[in-house]
């Protein structure tokens, strides 16, 4: 079975640095997707960027890129220029790509709370 | 676009009362997931459905939970009787359909199981 984890159970930043958060995953399968999710005290789950395993460029969204370790399986979320709605809580969620009943499902890691301080 | 709703958005209950929650899908999505995310942890995907039918409900305990997805749209989980171990906020999600990567999430149910 696949697992997500997140070693870092919090984490604070100051507005306009840089922080990274650290995601790593286990699996014995070579095609699938990882993901970063936010969310904010409100709740609402939003993606934040996606990766899929048999790219090599490293995803970037605006202000968050990922560095994508495929052997090493590590999934790792840098943002830049740290604003203040940027503290949340963040998770990491892994999806397989193969075609079986658990198509879909997303398999997420504990989360990581990131503060931003002014 | 709306996004997905869900109802209520608090509960509270006593043990071994009943409680159901409801979601309603973006417009033109087929697949729709709950999952369970108990305080502190991630969440945990409790049963997905493809249209009406169910396509993975491996980790729902059945002893007290279900849900159904009559006509293909809304959807309705329902706990009975709950336990104290069931306080957690029960998010509904939905996808064009299974292929499609990216998941939609609704604003949550949080229930307080006393």
């Known amino acids: 079975a696949q697992t997500v984890t997140q070693s870092q159970p919090e984490m604070s930043v100051q507005e306009a640095e840089t922080v990274t958060l650290s995601c790593t995953y286990d699996?014995?399968?070579?095609?699938?997707?990882l993901f970063w999710y936010k969310q904010p005290p409100s709740r609402q789950m939003i993606l934040v960027i996606r990766q899929e395993a048999y790219k090599q460029q490293n995803a970037t969204e605006n202000r968050f890129s990922v560095n994508f370790q495929k052997a090493a399986k590590s999934f790792s979320l840098k943002i830049s220029d740290s604003q203040l709605g940027d503290a949340a809580m963040y998770f990491c969620a892994y999806r397989s790509a193969g075609r079986g009943g658990s198509q879909g499902n997303l398999i997420f890691g504990k989360g990581t709370k990131l503060s931003v301080k002014p | 676009e709306a996004g997905v709703a869900q109802s209520p958005r608090y509960k509270i209950i006593e043990k071994r009362q009943s409680v159901a929650f409801w979601c309603n899908p973006i417009?033109?999505?087929?697949?729709l997931y709950w999952y369970q995310q108990i305080l502190g942890q991630g969440p945990k995907l409790l049963i997905q459905f493809q249209n009406n039918g169910v396509v993975d409900d491996s980790q729902l305990p059945k002893d007290r939970f279900s849900a159904e997805r009559l006509k293909g749209v809304d959807s309705t989980l329902k706990i009975q009787p709950a336990k104290l171990e069931d306080s957690a906020v029960y998010l509904c999600a939905s996808s064009f359909s299974r292929g499609v990567k990216t998941q939609y999430f609704g604003p949550g149910t949080r229930l307080l199981v006393l």
């Open positions: 417009s033109g999505h087929a697949t």
């Open positions: 699996t014995s399968e070579s095609d699938y997707y």
